[in-house]
């Protein structure tokens, strides 16, 4: 099969590397929920040999992903696994999750499902690290953004881009403790949480 591609990931994984990396310096596994295309965990995989990158989406995008994984031929890559936040989580050892892009995407149950889900997986002092747009206090942080929102909304009213606030009380709700906001390029932000 064609390995599907996505131009954004080419554009922001060494942005978000230099954010992850000294914030997995000590972990061993790493969960990424909705791997998408897959590209973004050839590189940190490549790019961070001392963990294994376990990547993860629904059913339908695991053959596109084993297509990067299987071409990079990487000995730190997991085989695939599905998980849809919303079903059975399967039973995987990590203590650290990366997400990017994902929670404009998700319906807000499922982004109600994602924290609770990493929160029940992650042991004490795991860390979640989820990238992507996010608005503060009810605000767009660009009109890029706004414009962004929009055009979510008008393909599937149910997503789009979702408040720090309500995020961080989810977090709170999974006995996930809020550490730190990185500002990352093209107005996206990476936020870091640690189990308590
Ligand atoms: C915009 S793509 C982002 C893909 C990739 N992480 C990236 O940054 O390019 C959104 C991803 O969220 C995943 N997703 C949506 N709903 C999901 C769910 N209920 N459970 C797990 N993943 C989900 C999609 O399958 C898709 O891979």
Known sequence: MNKPYSESCDQNREPILEVIQPLLN?????????????????????????????????????????????????????????????GHWPNLA????????TTHIMHWHMVEAL??????????????LLYGPFNYNGCYSSESNARFDAWLKARDPQ?????????????????????????MPANNQLLYWRKQ
């Open 26 to 86: 000590s972990s061993k596994k790493v969960l990424e929920i909705g791997s998408g295309t897959g590209q973004h965990a050839v590189y940190f995989a490549e790019q961070l040999p001392n963990l294994i990158w376990q990547c993860s989406d629904c059913a339908q995008y695991l053959p596109g992903i084993r297509s990067w994984t299987m071409a990079a031929q990487c000995a730190n890559i997991a085989e695939p696994v599905e998980l849809d936040v919303t």
């Open 94 to 101: 990590v203590d650290a999750v990366f997400s990017a892009n």
């Open 115 to 128: 924290f609770a889900g990493v929160g029940q997986l992650l042991p004490s002092a795991g860390r979640f």
């Open 159 to 183: 997503s789009g881009i979702r408040g720090f606030e309500a995020l961080e009380m989810l977090g709170r709700k999974a006995g996930l403790e809020f550490v730190e906001n990185f500002t």
